[in-house]
């Protein structure tokens, strides 16, 4: 019976003696190996059935197991009587008889030879799959790397192209500037107002295109920082209403009762959307009027939303020219340019400038309808109703202003001859006697030479030392440590800013060069001082310059003439912020700490600066370099000298003295 069964089942079935011969075979391996019944019986079952590429070491525990009639279970590669493999699972037990005594072994096998060629297909397959998956890989982070490499000349080539483009026209707008200040015939300042308009055109696609470069590859950043609406909206108008007065058009602004005075975020960025807009308007409408008008959408206790919208009469736009007017190198109709398609790159850059400071942008109106372009965007709030002050250059500069620049002593470091001509002619305008360098070494010598200079026009990209190695050399000078320094540079990126400010320039100046901007900057940095009508005659000799006071307040009454109090508040704050710094400072330059002293001197510099308490900016101003250099030698000096100061300051607020 136990026969009849074995020869129905798919399994190999073979009983061995305890020396490992064949005594019986089932059906199933007479059909598998290829053996007839006759053929198996008496040979050994291992001898039988291996190969040469039988694994030895399963086969000899197989063996073992024979011998010593143990239980096993293997996995192992036979061969047929043909020669074909034969994978098998195998099982190897003792065969008990009644009492319980085992003098045979039951050898029970599992071809498995299709499953384990399947799995082992299936294991290839994986693996040329992972194969393929890495290739891809590799191939995908080489196409990244060669887009980041793409990209980034790309960036180089933008900004250099810009540089080079900005160098002439910082000439040629500088001489259209001085020529508009000569006497010209009507037709003759016609001709020279048109070259200037075309000039600043020209340079605004420029700023358009560096604009761009850098918001494709992530580099734009927003400044968040606290302004008027109401400012903006001003200058917007007074830059706008100037073409659509020549077009006849009516330009009207209104703004919503409930919108905030003071928001907080980037003015700039909002008002150059303004100014891309309206511009569009401008150029897309033949005849009527302009609206932009401001709602508030929503608000909570840290931000608005504030709703744009441009409206104008004209012709609209079709579906096809709304999806294509906001992408860049597009034009909206390639068939007919419309007179509005030197608008097209700036509105481009609008409606990514709109996604960044959290809004949307769309379009409004069918051909033949009046149309309408708006968006949103998002502000933070500033607390309280104090109104910004208005900073020097947001509104013309009076005679009597640039006065106080009169008898100033600048030092120009700039290689560009063209340049140096207009710079220094613009300055000499407002009574500013100048010298000029052609590069940053033979600015140093001048400067260890004769020191008694108000302050430095730093231009940047110069062969040899070029404007950043020759500020940090300025800042490191003991005498020269405390001088102002501004750039001028034709690289008017944010990364260029941000280099410039940490390489210990005061502030920066764009290329081409803006004469309101110029003098404005000027008065940021010179403190005020009493206007000198004629330099020394010959033969006397000069006095000794003044040195700039401990405390002067008047940038503080100049930003608030009309808030004593708060003038009072805001230096009562800083010499208790900069007092609380001082035990920090000593220990830091005890200690060894150049980090500390870096990030307190940097911390307070510019605080200090606002409040007119000039030698403690340039102490902080000081300490941060050292910081910055690990040199702390004499640190300690300058740490000492704060009280004093810092006390001075405090008795005259608490005294009144020139706040009012």
């Known amino acids: 019976r136990l026969s009849v069964v074995a020869n129905h089942t798919d399994s190999l079935v073979a009983i061995t003696n305890r020396e490992g011969l064949i005594e019986w075979v089932n059906q199933a391996f007479v059909l598998v190996t290829g053996y007839a019944v006759k053929e198996a019986i008496g040979q050994p079952f291992q001898g039988l059935l291996s190969g040469p590429d039988t694994d030895r070491l399963v086969a000899a525990t197989l063996t073992e197991a024979l011998r010593s009639q143990t239980t096993v279970c293997e996995e192992i590669l036979y061969r ?225 939303e504030l709703g744009f919208r441009v409206g104008f009469s004209g012709t609209g736009h079709t579906a096809d020219q709304q999806k294509r007017l906001f992408q860049a190198f597009s034009q909206s109709d390639d068939a007919n340019a419309r007179p509005f398609s030197d608008h097209h790159l700036g509105l481009a850059i609008s409606a990514r400038l709109v996604q960044q400071l959290g809004g949307r942008f769309w379009l409004e109106g069918r051909p033949g309808e009046d149309g309408a372009i708006a968006f949103t965007a998002r502000f933070g709030r500033i607390s309280g109703t104090r109104t910004l002050p208005v900073l020097p250059g947001a509104e013309p500069l009076r005679s009597d202003t640039l006065g106080q620049l009169r008898g100033r002593r600048v030092l120009v470091v700039e290689d560009n001859a063209f340049n140096q001509a207009v710079i220094v002619e613009l300055l000499a305008a407002v009574g500013i006697r100048t010298q000029v360098a052609n590069h940053g070494l033979e600015a140093l010598q001048i400067l260890e030479s004769d020191s008694q200079f108000d302050i430095v026009l730093m231009d940047v990209m110069m062969p040899g030392i070029d404007g950043h190695e020759a500020t940090r050399r300025i800042r490191r000078h003991p005498q020269l440590s405390g001088l102002r320094i501004a750039a001028m540079t034709a690289n008017a990126g944010a990364d260029d800013r941000q280099r410039c400010i940490e390489s210990g320039m005061d502030d920066f100046h764009a290329k081409p060069v803006d004469p309101a901007s110029l003098y404005a900057m000027l008065l940021r940095l010179l403190p005020a001082a009493a206007a000198q009508s004629s330099p020394p005659s010959a033969g006397s000799v000069a006095a000794p310059r003044s040195p700039k006071p401990d405390f002067d307040p008047g940038a503080l009454r100049s930003l608030f003439p009309n808030s004593p109090e708060y003038v009072r508040e805001m230096a009562e704050k800083f010499v208790h912020h900069a007092s609380a710094a001082v035990p920090g400072l000593r220990d830091a330059c005890a200690g060894g700490n150049p980090e500390v002293l870096r990030d307190i001197g940097h911390k307070y510099k510019s605080s200090a600066a606002m409040i007119g308490a000039n030698r403690i900016s340039s102490i902080f101003a000081e300490l941060e370099r050292c910081g910055r250099s690990g040199d702390l030698s004499g640190c300690e000096l300058r740490i000492n000298e704060l009280p004093g100061l810092l006390d001075q300051i405090e008795q005259l607020v608490a005294a009144g003295t020139h706040l009012a």
């Open 80 to 304: 047929r009587k043909n020669g074909a493999a034969l994978r098998a699972s195998v099982r190897i037990a003792p065969l008990r008889n009644s009492g319980s005594h085992s003098d045979r072994m039951v050898v029970v096998q599992q071809d498995i030879t299709e499953r384990r060629a399947s799995e082992l297909a299936s294991q290839e397959q994986i693996r040329c799959l992972e194969r393929d998956l890495e290739r891809q890989a590799g191939e995908l982070l080489a196409a990244r790397n060669e887009a980041e490499a793409a990209s980034e000349a790309r960036n180089r080539f933008i900004a250099g192209i810009s540089h080079e483009m900005r160098t002439p026209l910082n000439a040629i707008v500088g001489f259209i500037h001085l020529c508009l200040q000569t006497g010209l015939t009507t037709q003759q300042r016609e001709y020279v107002a048109n070259t200037e308009h075309a000039a600043r055109n020209l340079i605004r696609i420029v700023d358009d295109v560096l604009d761009y470069s850098a918001i494709e590859s992530g580099a734009l950043k927003l400044e968040r920082a606290a302004f008027e609406l109401h400012s903006v909206m001003s200058q917007v108008e007074a830059l706008v209403g100037i073409a659509a007065r020549a077009r006849g058009l009516d330009l009207r602004m209104d703004v919503a009762t409930d919108v905030p005075a003071v928001l907080q975020g980037d003015s700039k960025r909002i008002e150059q959307v303004l100014l891309n807009l309206l511009g569009h308007a401008v150029a897309q409408t033949e005849r009527g009027a302009i609206a932009l008008q401001v709602q508030r959408l929503r608000a909570d206790a840290e931000s608005v």
